[in-house]
């Protein structure tokens, strides 16, 4: 039976943390259904679900692509009250073994270098010290290329463009999202432009959060419950009923007029071939009595001395761990 003609670049699972609706051992069983060859799996910030993703894709017969979305630090200064402007957002996929540790690298680092109380963000320049085997989505209608040519900034988007192309060569694609959105339509003819005058792939995703079309109204909840908003706030964060894991079919319906835009996904998901695999513990190694570290214990981990037995010979309470 022959495979689908694309395949989704951008999913987010329940490791999406009170974003995400999707069980991570559904994504592989959604691909199949939909005879989808891979499938990727992108939560925000995180790579919490890359092991177990990756191990049900194996059970399944399905390519598993490791990704994260990442938060991009803007460069255009903080409101005048001082708050820092939120991050936009790019997806980096892993392509081989160095990009999934540069990956893993730089999602920690997101938590670890971002100032308490924000969410987690990096610059371009530092993502770009380990761009080694990553490829780089846009970001599509939350990155930073659609909100500069959204303000009218057209220059600002091609300069950055430039810079993510130079940080990225070859491994770069300008990301298109069709959710029925007024906004998106008004700004792609934009991002084509853009990518053709810079000689960049397109690429097709839908931004996943849910299964199918039914789960939108509790997905709605869901993301209600994490900003502790109520369903009849009108301004407050949404997704479309369009942001579900999409059969192939309806995709390429949908981007009939950016074929290429499809065929893109499954270029990509070729160039990415690393999974996710289990390891042992790497255990900090100690000195031991038979290496002259004294009594065995690691230096500083000694427990209580010989008089801590009942009948102070030092083997009252004392017994080896398994």
């Known amino acids: 039976m022959p495979h689908a003609d694309f395949v989704h670049l951008r999913v987010h699972s329940a490791y999406s943390l009170s ?53 991009l ?13 939120p991050p936009d957002q790019v997806v980096l996929l892993a392509r081989n073994a160095a990009g999934l540790a540069n990956l893993q690298l730089l999602s920690s680092a997101g938590f670890l270098e971002t100032d308490p109380g924000l969410k987690p963000q990096l610059s371009l320049d530092r993502i770009a010290r380990h761009a080694e085997g990553l490829f780089l989505l846009s970001g599509g209608g939350s990155g930073p290329l659609f909100r500069l040519l959204a303000e009218g900034q057209k220059d600002a988007a091609a300069a950055l463009l430039a810079r993510m192309a130079e940080a990225f060569p070859d491994n770069l694609a300008v990301e298109l999202h069709r959710h029925g959105l007024a906004a998106q339509a008004a700004v792609e003819p934009g991002l084509i432009a853009l990518a053709d005058g810079a000689g960049i792939p397109l690429v097709a995703t839908n931004d996943c959060y849910f299964p199918s079309p039914a789960m939108h109204e509790a997905h709605d909840a869901l993301l209600c419950i994490a900003e502790g908003r109520l369903l009849s706030e009108p301004n407050r ?13 309806e995709m390429r319906v949908l981007f009939a007029d950016l074929p290429e835009a499809c065929e893109n996904t499954l270029a990509i998901a070729r160039m990415c071939a690393v999974m996710a695999e289990a390891r042992k513990p790497s255990l ?39």
Request: proline fraction near 8%; hydrophobic fraction near 30%; include cysteine.
């Open 73 to 85: 630090t803007r460069e255009d200064g903080t409101r005048e009250e001082g708050a820092r402007l």
């Open 237 to 249: 964060r949404r997704v479309t009923p369009e942001h579900w894991f999409k059969p192939a079919s």
């Open 284 to 322: 900090a190694q100690g000195r031991t009595r038979r290496d002259g570290g004294g009594d065995g214990a690691p230096h500083g981990a000694r427990g209580p001395g010989p008089a801590a037995g009942r009948d102070g010979s030092g083997r009252g309470h004392a017994r080896a761990l398994p």
């Open 19 to 71: 974003e995400g609706a999707i069980k991570v051992e559904k994504i592989p069983e959604l691909a199949r259904q939909y005879r989808m060859p891979a499938v990727a799996i992108t939560d925000t910030a995180n790579l919490f679900g890359a092991l177990e993703f990756s191990q049900a894709c194996a059970g399944k017969g399905v390519q598993p692509i490791i990704g994260c979305q990442l938060g």
